[in-house]
Nanobody
Framework: QVQLVESGGGLVQAGGSLRLSCAAS????????MGWFRQAPGKEREFVAG????????YYADSVKGRFTISRDNAINTVYLQMNILKPDDTAVYYC?????????????????WGQGTQVTVSS
């Protein structure tokens, strides 16, 4: 089992940047593929970015491709989401998630563990 704690959210102006972190407990972090999702008020949770166990493969939602970067540091059990050129439409609660399999995919139902979320608000 793994516990996930997100941090780094906040209020930023459009065009700005934020870096989210997700710290995982346990000694088996490198055995999980990881993902970031987000949920805006009144909307369903949506996939943002994913990364495989080693960090060698990443994939993104079209809406964030070229602006967001997911990465991980297995030595310190942490996954990151660097968010650049933020837009008001990026406003949401951001969640990290862990999947016991080698590839978490884009569906939230594929992931086994979730953090509590961190709020990101982008003002226009």
């Amino acid at each position: 089992q793994v516990q996930l704690v997100e941090s780094g959210g906040g209020l930023v102006q459009a065009g700005g940047s934020l870096r989210l972190s997700c710290a995982a407990s346990g000694r088996t972090f490198s055995s999980y593929s990881m993902g970031w999702f987000r949920q805006a008020p009144g909307k369903e949770r949506e996939f943002v970015a994913g990364i495989n166990r080693s960090g060698g493969s990443t994939y993104y939602a079209d809406s964030v491709k070229g602006r967001f970067t997911i990465s991980r540091d297995n030595a310190i059990n942490t996954v990151y989401l660097q968010m650049n050129i933020l837009k008001p439409d990026d406003t949401a609660v951001y969640y990290c998630a862990a999947d016991r399999g080698p590839y978490g995919g884009t569906r939230s139902g594929s992931y086994d563990y979730w953090g509590q979320g961190t709020q990101v608000t982008v003002s226009s």
